[in-house]
């Protein structure tokens, strides 16, 4: 471990002994904590044994810059990058990847035989691990860990997560020999500031040196309608403050782009860079320019020359990478940003700012989880140039300052599992195992192994019902069992409801002064039987009578919810394989599977990637996409990639021939929906013709102004739409019993698709 020129951290020394044992590890650390250092280790022992490493990374992006950044470390000729539309010397000892493709390579599909793509793999580090909390792709990791072969030791690098022990227990059992380093020690400690907009000239410390919330904080005001809208911004105020204090350069987190822009623009105004540093900005940006000519015009270009700037995702990928360079730099002072910056991109900062520890959602307001705020607030601090790192969060009416207090002292959230069995899952495991195999497989899932405290609500939910079952357990006095006393109840209920219908036939009858039939007596001595029968039961006279009754009643309600949790219980304790086995009821329907082992249409469906594999593969095999030309394939491709979008945003008409493709679509979302209702699958088939038109025009040759001028949307908005068309198409170029005329046609669209800005990263 002499290998670094510097010494190592006491967590990082344990992390490389436990690799040198031929070990797998979790390494959990905070943001900023040094765990690439660790990585750095296994890529080493893989040169000097001759083996290979494998480093995947949840993010295009951040594999693109580990990529560069161990080409400069390692050369060229030994890195490699894999991601969905990059494959740069994949066969080289080092490379680089997304956790998809790695995920996909372990499947066997599209990029060949299992046994091929790892050869020689001694090493796999799965970097941002916490990533399996994903709402949409967490599975991505648990895929991964549970199909990578034994013989490959799992370098698994994680943010600070409450139950990392129980991650590393799952990998111990599912994959070989695991050990947790987990660490809590941060090299740049951090400072807790609060910005009052009552004391706008100063930073307040959040907490007292015994870790109370700091009593000089006052909380915001309330302000509803007019009011809040035309609050005063203070933005300028809190970077002032940043600057008087030398706590520059800044991370700026707010949770909206058009805050970001706004902000930066506000911002301008401040002197916050010298002329020297001004003229640094100048000659760089000169130089990008040059390279990314596409960039020339860009809105955001003046800002960089008072260093400020935006960052997020309506922005292009090549501008962000500019952004990003000069930060790095220490050329931008502060950089406003959604918190998707927050996700692993290597831009340190001295201060980070959390514009509100509560963020706006679909259903209203809601705070911040504490992983959200650790890795926000962990961006702060730079390892080797600052002593301390600053976090300031800023007073707003949707937190108090006891609030924000709680949650800066709050531990990190645990990992929970996102586990979810998809049609291509279900093919490609089918295809490979028996299905008592796939079983196995599915119940080694992190969801599954961690049922017991994903359960945990439930089953004390279950205790506390048959606590209070047994606490209302009645002795009766006369030692009558429930059935006697449901008997009781029975005649009792029979005798109020015969005796009132017989008073009413008597009045009747008296009214018309006309004696009682023979029936209407008989059914008075029948009534006052029924009434001799409640006087046997010694319930008649017991005073406990009406508690012994609501006793039983409440039981019985409580049997029911307990009925009813328990079916919930067993549920959620099988969910995921009842997912399996649902969405292997679909594929049987449609064809797709036939005894348990995919049919030709099948194979082709387990080698898609996609939100809903079944439908892309149903629309090839409708032929419906052949004699397209390559914009409009590209147009309809982009209507069923792109998800709803929350907002409006005005219809752009496009052309006959796609519309009608479209319309087909449409009944082949029909009768997949018909099917995946019938055994409650929900996969999501999206036919959004938002960008169609735009795309259409691109394809055709139209300039980037003529498209942005189309619609007002963010730039990498498009960007990113036009991106996921060419996932979709060059999957049509690489998977089995694709007709050859829409492989040819899908080449053509991609290569017409990726130029200048869209090929940018």
Not at 34 to 62: C, S, W
Not at 309 to 327: I, M, R, Y
């Amino acid at each position: 471990m002499n290998e670094f020129p510097f010494e190592l951290d006491d967590f990082q020394k344990d992390a490389c002994k436990f690799i040198d044992e031929g070990k797998s590890v979790v390494v959990c650390a905070p943001t900023g904590a040094g765990k690439t250092v660790i990585a750095q280790h296994a890529i080493n022992r893989a040169i000097d044994e001759n083996m290979r490493i494998f480093y995947t990374t949840p993010l295009k992006a951040l594999s693109n810059q580990k990529y560069y950044d161990f080409s400069e470390q390692y050369g060229f000729e030994k890195v490699g990058l894999l991601t969905g539309d990059t494959s740069i010397n994949r066969n080289a000892q080092i490379v680089v990847m997304t956790t998809e493709v790695f995920r996909n390579m372990l499947y066997g599909t599209n990029f060949g035989a299992v046994a091929d793509n790892l050869q020689n793999v001694k090493y796999v580090v799965l970097d941002e691990v916490h990533y399996m909390n994903d709402e949409q792709r967490g599975t991505v990791w648990e895929e991964s860990i549970i199909y990578c072969p034994t013989n490959v030791q799992i370098i698994a690098l994680s943010a600070t997560v409450a139950n990392a022990d129980e991650l590393t227990d799952w990998i111990n059992t599912v994959h070989s020999k695991t050990v947790l380093v987990d660490t809590d020690f941060r090299p740049v400690p951090l400072k807790f500031y609060y910005f009052d907009s009552s004391q706008p000239t100063k930073l307040l410390p959040l907490l007292t040196p015994s870790g109370q919330l700091n009593k000089k904080i006052r909380p915001e005001k309330r302000l509803f309608g007019k009011k809040l809208q035309n609050k005063r911004s203070y933005v300028k105020d809190i970077v002032n403050n940043l600057k008087e204090n030398d706590m520059l350069p800044a991370i700026y987190f707010t949770f909206s782009r058009k805050k970001c822009d706004e902000q930066m623009e506000k911002c301008a105004s401040l002197d916050l860079i010298t002329k020297g540093e001004q003229a640094q900005i100048k000659q760089f940006v000169d130089e990008y320019i040059a390279e990314n000519p596409h960039l020339y015009n860009n809105k955001h270009l003046e800002y960089l020359y008072h260093g400020v700037a935006s960052h997020h995702a309506g922005l292009l990928p090549g501008w962000k990478n500019l952004v990003e360079k000069l930060f790095q730099k220490g050329l931008i002072k502060v950089v406003f940003a959604t918190e998707t910056l927050a996700a692993g991109i290597n831009m340190p900062a001295r201060s980070t700012v959390i514009s509100s520890t509560s963020k706006r959602t679909d259903s209203g307001h809601r705070m911040l989880t504490a992983s959200e705020f650790l890795q926000m607030s962990g961006r702060a601090g730079r390892r080797g140039m600052d002593e301390v790192g600053y976090v300031v969060i800023v007073g707003t009416q949707f937190q108090s300052p006891e609030e924000v207090a709680e949650l800066v002292l709050s531990d990190a959230n645990p990992l929970e599992s996102r586990f979810s069995p998809s049609y291509s899952m279900v093919l490609n495991l089918l295809q490979r195992f028996s299905l008592e195999e796939a079983k196995e497989l599915i119940l080694k899932s992190f969801g599954y192994f961690s049922a017991g405290s994903r359960l945990q609500p439930l089953l004390k939910a279950k205790d506390q019902l048959q606590d209070d079952i047994s606490s209302r357990e009645f002795i009766c006095p006369s030692k009558l069992s429930d059935t006697q006393l449901f008997e009781y109840d029975k005649i009792r209920h029979i005798y109020v409801q015969n005796r009132q219908t017989y008073k009413k036939i008597c009045k009747q009858e008296r009214a018309k002064n006309r004696p009682l039939s023979q029936e209407a007596v008989q059914f008075g001595k029948e009534t006052k039987l029924l009434l001799q029968k409640m006087h046997n039961y010694p319930c008649d006279t017991c005073k406990l009578y009406k508690k012994h009754s609501k006793n039983i009643e409440v039981i019985s309600r409580f049997s029911i919810r307990l009925k009813k949790l328990e079916k919930e219980i067993d549920r959620q304790r099988d969910i995921f394989w009842n997912k399996f086995l649902a969405h292997r009821s679909v594929l049987i329907d449609m064809g797709y599977l036939n005894n348990d082992y995919p049919t030709e249409h099948g194979v082709t469906t387990s080698q898609i990637r996609s939100e809903n594999e079944l439908f892309i593969a149903e629309i090839i095999f409708s032929n419906i996409l052949e004699n397209l030309t390559p914009a409009q394939l590209a147009a309809v491709i982009c209507a069923i990639t792109t998800e709803d979008l929350r907002i409006d945003i005005p219809y752009l008409p496009i052309s006959e021939r796609v519309r009608k493709t479209l319309n087909l679509i449409r009944n082949i979302r029909r009768k997949i929906e018909k099917v995946q209702n019938r055994y409650m699958v929900e996969a999501p088939m999206y036919i959004n013709p938002y960008f169609s038109s735009l795309i259409e025009l691109w394809v055709e040759g139209a300039e980037w102004e003529t498209i942005t001028e189309q619609i007002d949307m963010g730039e990498g908005d498009i960007v990113r739409s036009f991106k996921r068309v060419v996932d979709v198409l060059r999957q049509f170029t690489t998977i089995a019993n694709v007709p050859e005329s829409l492989v040819f046609t899908s080449r053509e669209a991609i290569e017409k698709i990726l130029r200048e800005p869209v090929n940018v990263d």
